[in-house]
């Protein structure tokens, strides 16, 4: 017996998927094998030197120690604003569409909390991010669950939504470029899902943490390009993948001033914004030198490259991604995601994320993260070849 029983929202966590991988690795690794980690979706290389150098100054600021505005610095969402315009031809008035978040992450979590009441349904896709359905749970919401199938090219297919369900959603996540299946969407899906929302009234959040990891010249589009989007819907974004800032905990939400507003008003009552300091090195980081970005796509192109040459020439099916540091790769025939998960790891010392540990439609893949150098990918090609699955 617990002493401290805990609350529902916690008793109703699903079960943790990735539990049996991370025991395993455990053992793995005690016996001195050489692990190979493709898992977690955190970049390998450094924050760039021009903004670690600015969080030097900023800190030594004693103008930047006390408690921030709640919203956001004036100067980060006019940076944000800017970026917009230049990067996607997107007008936001920085004092009323833009917010600022300690990472997208924690946006996405607490943005149910502003629109979502006990019984209401939020259209979350599967396989995903988890944070969609456990923040709609948290709230006191309930999933409605959306299919990502390679046959729609992992979109949600909005057809298939029955017309009760949609009835009852106050909001829709989507992703793309798409964590786990790599997967990217074109501005015609956005204008579906923006006629979609108007007809059912309801909130769409796009989760847009990849725009900035598009290979040979695609440049993902943002959701708020799209003609009456700012009507209906937010966007998510993250200076995590873009600038290998996953640990400074810095991101942004931008879009419908009322979504916006309300996020604010959350977060005014639980938190205290971002510190100064990590908002002045952000602002240097989106309206700074970019240079380092064009690197950072380099870096990961050769990456793909490599190891969808290595996996296709070991026998393994993929599509190979325009976009993410992700690849989604099938399993062979007469294995499940676990089963194949599980071989590596015991014997090739490689650790991979079995795809239904994002939602049972990602059952039959495997997804890799290319946060490796090429160096160990070569390496982690090697032993799969060896491995004849
Ligand atoms: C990495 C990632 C994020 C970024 O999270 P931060 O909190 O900004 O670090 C958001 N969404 C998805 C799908 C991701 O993979």
């Not at 946006?107 to 009441?117: M, Q, S």
């Not at 089963?339 to 439609?361: K, M, Y």
Request: charged fraction near 25%.
């Amino acid at each position: 017996m617990e002493r401290f029983e805990r609350a529902e929202r916690l008793k109703r966590l699903p079960p943790y998927l990735f539990k049996e991988i991370d025991r395993k690795k455990a053992e793995v690794k005690a016996r001195g094998v050489d692990i190979i980690d493709l898992g977690v979706g955190d970049p390998d290389l450094p924050t760039p030197p021009h903004i670690i150098e600015v969080l030097k100054k900023a800190v030594e600021d004693p103008g930047n120690h006390r408690y921030p505005s709640y919203s956001g610095m004036g100067g980060f969402k006019e940076a944000v604003a800017e970026w917009y315009g230049r990067r996607f031809g997107v007008q936001l008035d920085p004092k009323t569409e833009v917010v600022s978040l300690i990472g997208s992450k924690e946006g996405i979590a607490h943005f149910p909390l502003a629109f979502i009441d006990p019984g209401d349904v939020a259209l979350v896709p599967t396989p995903a991010y988890p944070v969609y359905h456990i923040a709609t749970m948290f709230a006191g919401g309930e999933s409605y669950f959306m299919p990502l199938l390679k046959k729609n090219d992992f979109l949600p297919d909005l057809d298939a939504i029955p017309g009760e369900v949609a009835g009852r959603a106050r909001m829709m996540f989507i992703n793309y470029p798409n964590n786990p299946t790599a997967a990217v969407a074109d501005r015609a899906f956005f204008e579906r899902v923006v006629a979609f929302a108007k007809d059912k009234n309801l909130i769409v959040c796009h989760d847009a943490a990849y725009t900035e990891m598009g290979y040979d010249g695609y440049q993902p589009p943002s959701f708020l390009e799209v003609p009456g989007a700012k009507d209906v819907g937010l966007e998510f974004h993250s200076l995590s993948k873009t600038y290998n800032m996953t640990g400074w905990r810095i991101g942004f939400a931008v879009g419908n001033r009322e979504a916006v507003d309300g996020l604010g008003a959350i977060k005014s009552n639980i938190d205290s914004g971002v510190f100064q300091a990590v908002q002045m090195a952000g602002i240097e980081a989106i309206a700074g030198d970019q240079a380092c970005v064009d690197e950072m796509r380099t870096v990961y192109t050769r990456r793909r490259d490599l190891m969808v040459k290595g996996l296709e020439k070991a026998g393994f099916r993929l599509r190979v991604p325009r976009a993410t540091f992700y690849l989604w790769v099938e399993v062979p025939a007469g294995y499940t995601s676990a089963q194949v998960a599980t071989r590596l790891l015991e014997e090739a010392g490689l650790v991979v994320t079995p795809g239904n540990g994002f939602g049972e439609p990602g059952e039959g893949y495997f997804r890799i993260a290319l946060t490796q150098n090429r160096e160990r990918l070569a390496e982690a090609i090697e032993r799969l070849q060896k491995l004849n699955l």
